[in-house]
């Protein structure tokens, strides 16, 4: 058992680390954001309205369809990893097995969308 002082101790080790993991986070979730703002500012300028118009529908598709080749695999193999991790390497691939076939139907699920809507703007 811990006595008070090693108590205080762990718990003032963990609340820094804590409190430096968190900043470095929110620091580097401000200057992603900032550069996203920026490179927008840069595109909308530098395409022109019409060219940034199909920029941004593309982009938009990719960012909607992308989430489905996650589908919470980082989360689910990051706690099935935590608890048992002598199985990591079997985790790991059968992870990126399913993203990899995930990411195929995604892509096709692209080109069908660029298929169609190319033929209806003819």
């Known amino acids: 058992m811990l006595d008070a002082e090693e108590s205080v101790g762990l718990l003032r080790e963990f609340y820094s ?8 986070y929110f620091v580097s979730q401000v200057i ?3 550069l996203f703002f920026l490179i927008t500012v840069y595109l909308a300028r530098a395409l022109g ?17 992308s989430v489905s080749s996650k589908f919470g695999l980082d989360l689910l193999t990051s706690r099935d990893v935590g608890e048992r991790p002598e199985l990591s390497s079997k985790y790991f691939h059968a992870s990126l ?17 660029i298929h169609y809507s190319v033929n209806r703007l003819k």
């Open 17 to 24: 680390r804590f409190a430096k993991n968190s900043v470095i």
């Open 32 to 34: 992603g954001k900032g």
């Open 97 to 113: 097995t399913l993203r990899l076939a995930l990411a195929l139907v995604f892509i096709a699920i692209i080109f069908i969308v």
């Open 49 to 65: 309205a019409q060219d940034y118009g199909k920029f941004a529908f593309a982009f938009g598709l990719v960012t909607l369809l």
